[in-house]
């Protein structure tokens, strides 16, 4: 198993910046990937950003540029790095990991980012 806690999120005006952070616990040496998924109000879950084994990072492409992923080499921690930030951004964000030889799914229990206009 897999277990991930996230710190970080909060209240920020347009154009600040906000960093969170996630541990992860448990069979870390089986993570494959770990990520940030967003969800806004009234909207799907959907993924900001990933990291991948041998650091290939991908986003989503209305955060490219403004957001940065990264992680250790331990797979113990990932954290995403927000800029530019926009009241569009606003959603629970949450740190996700993919791990063992099916490809299971860890979730953290979210974090709430809020962006004023």
């Known amino acids: 198993q897999v277990q991930l806690a996230e710190s970080g999120g909060g209240l920020v005006q347009a154009g600040g910046s906000l960093k969170l952070s996630c541990t992860a616990s448990?069979?870390?040496?089986?993570?494959?990937?770990l990520g940030w998924y967003r969800q806004a109000p009234g909207k799907e879950r959907e993924l900001a950003a990933v990291?991948?084994?041998?650091?290939?990072?991908n986003y989503e492409d209305s955060v490219k540029g403004r957001f940065t992923i990264s992680g250790d080499a331990a797979k113990t921690m990932v954290h995403l790095q927000m800029n530019s930030l926009k009241p569009e951004d606003t959603a629970v964000y949450y740190c996700?990991?993919?791990?063992?030889?099916?490809?299971?799914?860890?979730w953290g229990q979210g974090t709430q980012v809020t962006v004023s206009s």
């Open positions: 996700y990991a993919e791990w063992g030889d099916a490809y299971r799914s860890a």
């Open positions: 448990g069979s870390t040496s089986s993570i494959s990937a």
């Open positions: 990291i991948m084994t041998g650091g290939i990072a």
